[in-house]
């Protein structure tokens, strides 16, 4: 099926202006009310389109801060209104599909711990059945590209077509540099089999730490993907999750603006 799949690109999702790379951000989690509109206003300035919030978080381990709920998607909804960003959250289940789109989410996406799991991913796919709607799929944790492209194929197959990847690194027992191995040829595969499937990148949970993302973000620029995903905090040291790795707005805008573009057609 792979190489018939008729996956629009990101012209087509509904952002005004279809800049490369297509930047999404915000926190890893929805807070706070306060946490949430500020952090967006700082993503409205920095020029970035779309804003990201975790709302039901999906942690290794118990007694960690498992998301703030349903109450974030009230927020989410304030965004809109105040700021005109679009707005996107992660989805792991039938239910979070229903009150998610049911509170006007503009983006969805499937977390790495969720990829893993054929039957979530197709739950998910059910509950979107005749609902367009823009859906980014995360590698999973562990370095399988048949689980990945087997994710996109159970959403294409319920009718999705605004389908793109998201890399954010693979889970291993060594300890490295980075917390999730780039393990960049997986990707690489996913795009020569999966050409029409735009790319994004996730600089923060790929490193883990906010001094090491600008490399991957370049990185990925170089390889050409379609866009990045990168993790924002009005105050990133008081972060309830991934508070290493997340940036305030403003240095995510000048990281964005070191970034070195290639033409993708030269
Ligand atoms: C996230 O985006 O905050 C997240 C939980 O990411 P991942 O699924 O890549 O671990
Ligand atoms: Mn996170």
């Given at each position: 099926?792979?190489?018939e799949?008729?996956?629009?690109?990101?012209?087509?999702?509904?952002?005004?202006?279809?800049?490369?790379?297509?930047?999404?951000?915000?926190p890893?989690?929805?807070?706070?009310?306060?946490?949430?509109?500020?952090t967006?206003?700082?993503?409205?300035?920095?020029?970035?389109?779309?804003?990201?919030?975790?709302?039901?978080?999906p942690?290794?381990r118990p007694?960690?801060f498992?998301?703030?709920g349903?109450?974030g998607?009230?927020?989410?909804?304030?965004?809109?209104?105040?700021?005109?960003?679009?707005?996107a959250?992660?989805v792991?289940n039938?239910r979070?599909?229903?009150?998610?789109?049911?509170a006007?989410v503009?983006?969805?996406?499937?977390?790495?711990r969720?990829?893993?799991?054929?039957?979530?991913?197709?739950?998910?796919?059910d509950?979107?059945?005749?609902k367009?709607?823009?859906?980014?799929?995360?590698n999973?944790?562990?370095?399988?590209?048949?689980?990945?492209i087997?994710?996109?194929?159970?959403?294409?197959a319920?009718?999705?077509?605004?389908?793109?990847?998201?890399?954010?690194?693979?889970?291993?027992?060594?300890?490295?540099?980075?917390?999730n191995?780039p393990?960049?040829?997986?990707?690489?595969?996913?795009?020569?089999?999966?050409?029409?499937?735009?790319?994004?990148?996730?600089?923060?949970?790929?490193?883990?730490?906010?001094?090491?993302?600008?490399?991957?973000a370049q990185?990925?620029?170089?390889?050409?993907?379609?866009?990045l995903?990168?993790?924002?905090?009005?105050?990133?040291?008081?972060?309830?999750?991934d508070?290493k790795q997340?940036?305030?707005p403003?240095?995510?805008?000048?990281?964005?603006?070191?970034?070195?573009l290639?033409?993708?057609?030269?």
């Open positions: 099926m792979s190489k799949m008729k996956i629009k690109d990101l012209s087509s999702w509904p952002i005004k202006n279809t800049t490369r790379p297509l930047i999404i951000s915000g890893c989690s929805a807070e706070t009310e306060e946490q949430v509109l500020t967006a206003k700082g993503i409205k300035a920095a020029g970035i389109p779309i804003f990201r919030a975790g709302i039901w978080k942690r290794t007694n960690s498992e998301g703030i349903a109450q998607l009230i927020w989410l909804q304030k965004v809109k209104a105040e700021t005109g960003l679009l707005t959250t992660e792991a039938a979070h599909v229903e009150l998610a789109v049911g006007g503009d983006i969805l996406w499937i977390g790495a969720t990829t893993v799991n054929p039957f979530a991913v197709q739950e998910i796919a509950a979107l059945r005749g367009d709607i823009p859906i980014l799929v995360k999973p944790i562990n370095p399988d590209l048949e689980l990945w087997g994710a996109i194929e159970r959403l294409y319920a009718g999705l077509t605004r389908i793109a990847a998201i890399h954010r690194g693979f889970s291993t027992y060594q300890k490295q540099k980075y917390r191995d393990q960049w040829q997986i990707p690489i595969e996913l795009k020569r089999r999966l050409p029409q499937v735009p790319l994004f990148c996730d600089p923060s949970h790929i490193t883990g730490d906010r001094n090491l993302l600008d490399e991957i990185k990925s620029m170089d390889l050409n993907y379609e866009g995903i990168i993790e924002s905090h009005c105050k990133p040291e008081e972060a309830w999750s508070a997340q940036l305030t403003q240095s995510l805008q000048e990281l964005l603006a070191n970034l070195v290639r033409d993708p057609e030269a």
